[in-house]
């Protein structure tokens, strides 16, 4: 069993506090059911860093346990995170499922900010710490409830559906929230419930565009991206098909809609997953952020990965040695203004209301890219 010595002094700056948690790694024993952990990890890890990263793991782990804590950890985690001390392991839409009934005091978002506000709007009654506040999402940067005030003037009466991929902020001037495992399903549920054909979409113009050519509801939306997938292009696609020939190439579905139609499936995170796990493509590609194959190669190990690798920097601030800091200090707590927090929970909860989908969805591959209208402002 790992010894830990909570030694928190909240006073302390983040650099004195990540060398005294360090310090205290000293002492922490590797048990045989942490050293069980690395046939999951051994592809990335090598027996030579292995003792360093089994002692963080063994630390953490006893962390959790003394402090009621539970780790939820995104699909781009990379796999020291994802495999050996994520609880519920995810996309987004599962993890918000996860923080609204957890039984727990302290929720670790190993993910980036929105999802931690998200967790903090479903559960204000645990304590929700981010290993690195500084975890953003271009998505979310992108707009911010003033634009979207300013949009509900110019659109009076016509429904906006908000990627969860913002903020609390934002969430909250919003009617739902959706994400890429539902976006058609929330999209037409709230055209029909304001009896409109007419629906704005936003941040993400890829994502809008390719939930657009998939329902006959008219789509405004905002000209956000992603930094991470609006990199991949149709002549990626192209060339990856031409150096690997029988390749199945998947895309999630923020990338821009000319590598959809190039793809040959899309969707979320889970949804991708699912997909290698199903059908055990002999060679695949995944075009979304880099840890993904990771994760889903370790658990297919018959699957050839290609991978070309585009990082999310803000996934990639989270790391075992901050996710161990902010267990030990408690430090870096999420916390939102109680009235913005009830109005985006409403739209949190409009979505969570919906009939739960028996799988992710799947997007169309193979159609023409659908221009859509972006909202115009008075400003
Ligand atoms: P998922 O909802 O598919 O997990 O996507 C979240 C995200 O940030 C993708 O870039
Ligand atoms: Fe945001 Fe893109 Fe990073 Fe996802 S991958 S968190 S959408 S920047």
Not at 17 to 39: F, Q, R
Not at 57 to 81: C, F, G, Q, S
Not at 108 to 115: I, K, L, R, T, Y
């Amino acid at each position: 069993m790992a010894v830990i010595l909570d030694m928190a002094s909240p006073n302390q700056l983040d650099k004195g506090k990540e060398a005294s948690a360090a310090h205290m790694l000293d002492h922490i024993e590797i048990d045989a059911e942490t050293d069980a952990l690395y046939v999951r990890v051994k592809d990335f890890i090598t027996p030579m860093e292995w003792p360093s990263i089994a002692k963080r793991v063994a630390a953490i782990n006893a962390l959790k346990k003394e402090k009621r804590a539970v780790i939820l950890a995104h699909n781009y985690m990379t796999p020291d995170i994802f495999q050996l001390i994520g609880d519920f392991r995810g996309d987004s839409l599962q993890l918000a499922r996860e923080a609204a009934q957890v039984d727990a005091e302290i929720i670790v978002q190993a993910g980036v900010h929105f999802m931690a506000e998200t967790s903090k709007i479903l559960a204000p009654e645990k304590t929700v710490l981010i290993p690195d506040m500084r975890a953003g999402c271009s998505l979310a940067a992108s707009i911010t409830g003033a634009d979207v005030r300013l949009i509900k003037e110019t659109y009076p009466g016509v429904p906006i559906v908000t990627y969860v991929n913002t903020t609390a902020e934002v969430k909250a001037e919003c009617d739902i929230t959706c994400t890429s495992s539902n976006a058609v399903q929330v999209v037409e549920h709230i055209a029909k419930k304001f009896n409109t054909d007419q629906v704005i979409l936003l941040p993400d113009q890829y994502l809008a565009q390719n939930v657009a050519a998939m329902t006959d509801i008219t789509i405004l939306t905002w000209p956000g991206a992603c930094e991470v997938h609006e990199l991949f292009s149709a002549d990626d696609v192209r060339e990856l098909r031409e150096a690997h020939p029988g390749i199945v190439i998947l895309a999630h579905p923020e990338c821009p809609p000319d590598v959809l139609e190039e793809a040959d499936y899309a969707g979320s995170t889970s949804a991708l997953s699912h997909y290698v796990s199903d059908r055990q493509p002999a060679q695949v590609v995944l075009l979304t952020e880099c840890s993904m194959s990771d994760n889903v190669a370790a658990d297919n190990p018959d699957v050839d990965f290609i991978r070309p690798c585009n990082l999310c920097p803000h996934m990639k601030r989270i790391t075992l040695d901050n996710i161990y800091t902010c267990l030990v200090e408690r430090q870096h707590e999420v916390r939102i203004d109680e009235e913005v927090r009830l109005k985006a929970k409403k739209a949190i909860d409009a979505m969570l209301a919906l009939p739960k989908m028996a799988k992710p969805l799947d997007f169309d591959v193979g159609l023409k890219p659908l221009q859509i209208d972006m909202v115009m402002t008075a400003a």
